[in-house]
């Protein structure tokens, strides 16, 4: 709910006069908000107007990733041009884009026929994107796993020392502190993990890199006629095909008590239409054993980066270290089954 509240807020500031619509040459019929976007219904259809907040290079870096992925896979979003050919416009000061709407009904985690349909999709969105290049540096994360991992380490005893020195501590604080120790050694042990494994080897051979959608939410993959659409690739980037893998199943997982089987799904159906070896597997593994869930949590609270009440927060991090036990047992399988 307070996400919604956030999102209706953001939608404020958007300038939605006849005058931006007439820069993509659409006539407008109706506009309904939904996740930060506006769909708008047009005399071209459905569209979805976006305000951009980063950068012209950073949007033509997507743009330029959708137009190569498209030559092999269709099943993304496109980009409507304004009157000047361009992705973008610029009105009152801030940037707009506008997409052409896919149809189709949100993933569904819950339902194993649309975590297959998810699977078999992202196996051949990378195989579309193999060989991809661009000059924008930042984009490639290949090779820097560990280096963000020790990083991550440092921002966890910086959030150690910030609830230690709190003079009323807070229940967020206390639960924290019980369980940031266990958890930076987990860090620990995945970026062990990585230096033994082939992991910078893996990052070397092009056949294992691919554009990474890096944010597969279930709200960001439509299923429709028992395929899957993938949309909203602003936080895309180069790595290997585990990256996605690893997202994806940390996504499903956690809502089933970290059932191995849900992972043997993902894999067994991305088998389908693409292929790892047992190097990138055990990569993946060691990628799995980072507590994203945790870190993440933490790094929201501690550095205010959610605007959430203190209740939520709460909530939260309580689910995540009540589940301690099943991930250990979860990783344990993962080790044993699928490698």
Request: glycine share 2%; hydrophobic share 35%; with cysteine.
């Amino acid at each position: 709910m307070l996400d919604k509240y956030k999102e209706k807020d953001y939608l404020t500031k958007y300038d939605l006069c006849i005058q931006l619509f007439n820069r993509f040459n659409l006539k407008v019929h109706d506009v309904m908000p939904v996740r930060g976007v506006y769909i708008v219904s047009t005399n071209d259809g459905e569209k979805v107007l976006k305000r951009v907040e980063y950068t012209k290079e950073e949007l033509r870096f997507i743009y330029s990733i959708l137009s190569y992925i498209r030559t092999k896979f269709s099943r993304v979003m496109d980009f409507v041009k304004d009157v000047n050919g361009e992705i973008y416009t610029i009105w009152n000061g801030n940037m707009y884009c506008v997409m052409d709407m896919v149809e189709g009904k949100e993933c569904n985690f819950n339902s194993p026929i649309d975590v297959k349909i998810a699977a078999r999709g992202l196996g051949e969105l990378h195989n579309a994107s193999e060989g991809f290049k661009t000059s924008l540096n930042s984009k490639y994360n290949n090779g820097k796993l560990v280096d963000t991992f020790k990083r991550r380490i440092q921002e966890m005893e910086f959030f150690k020392n910030i609830a230690s020195v709190h003079r009323k501590r807070s229940e967020f604080d206390e639960i924290f502190l019980n369980n940031v120790d266990i958890y930076i050694e987990e860090i620990k042990k995945s970026i062990d993990m990585l230096q033994k494994s082939f992991y910078y080897k893996l990052c070397s051979e092009e056949d294992k890199i691919v554009i990474c959608h890096h944010d597969l939410a279930y709200h960001n993959i439509l299923i429709n006629n028992e395929e899957a659409y993938f949309i909203d690739f602003d936080y895309a980037m180069i790595d290997l095909k585990v990256h996605d893998l690893c997202n994806f199943i940390n996504k499903v997982v956690k809502s089933f008590a970290f059932d191995i089987e849900k992972a043997s799904i993902i894999l067994e159906n991305y088998f389908a239409t693409n292929t790892l070896n047992k190097r990138e597997l055990e990569v993946l593994h060691a990628m799995l054993t980072f507590p994203e869930d945790f870190y993440s949590i933490s790094k929201d609270y501690y550095t205010k980066r959610k605007d959430w009440e203190e209740d939520v927060f709460l909530d939260r991090l309580k689910r995540k270290s009540n589940y301690k036990e099943d991930r250990e047992e979860f990783l344990e399988k993962f080790r044993e089954d699928l490698i």
